[in-house]
């Protein structure tokens, strides 16, 4: 009896450390037949101006459907003119054509531009690399 409990919480704890380390449980995920990219850990060092610039790239069919910005701690006033610049650049593009998309920063919002380019680079890089 002492050998099938100590067995079984051997096991119990082999199964608990693979299920925490999965690979990707948070930053990629399926949403309503998307593929769904989150730079929040993936992204992490990437920082704008004041912080973080997390977002989520949503992938169908190997193509970029829609880019969301997550809460950060950017300035809305410019964080504003980021997202309205920013938010189609990528959109309909293939991912392998996403990935080599020149796209330039917003002035005046140099530092937030260059984090949500550089976290959508990620997120494309990721899911190359997981698909």
């Known amino acids: 009896m002492k050998r099938i409990t100590i067995l079984s919480c051997s096991l119990l704890a082999l199964m608990l450390s693979l299920q925490s380390m999965k690979a990707g449980d948070d930053i990629m995920t399926r949403e309503d037949g998307m ?4 730079t929040t850990e993936l992204g992490k060092d990437i920082e704008g101006y004041n912080g973080p610039t997390p977002l989520k790239v949503y992938i169908k069919k190997n193509k970029v459907e829609r880019i969301e910005f997550l809460k950060s701690a950017e300035s809305p006033k410019y964080y504003a ?3 309205k610049t920013l938010v189609d650049q990528w959109t309909g593009l293939k991912v392998k054509d996403a990935l080599t998309q ?13 984090a949500v380019i550089q976290n959508v680079q990620r997120a494309l890089d990721y899911y190359q690399s997981h698909k």
Do not use: L, Q
């Open 102 to 114: 020149k796209v330039d920063a917003v002035t005046g919002a140099t530092f937030s531009s260059d």
């Open 81 to 83: 003119k980021v997202k």
């Open 35 to 38: 593929i769904v990219i989150n």
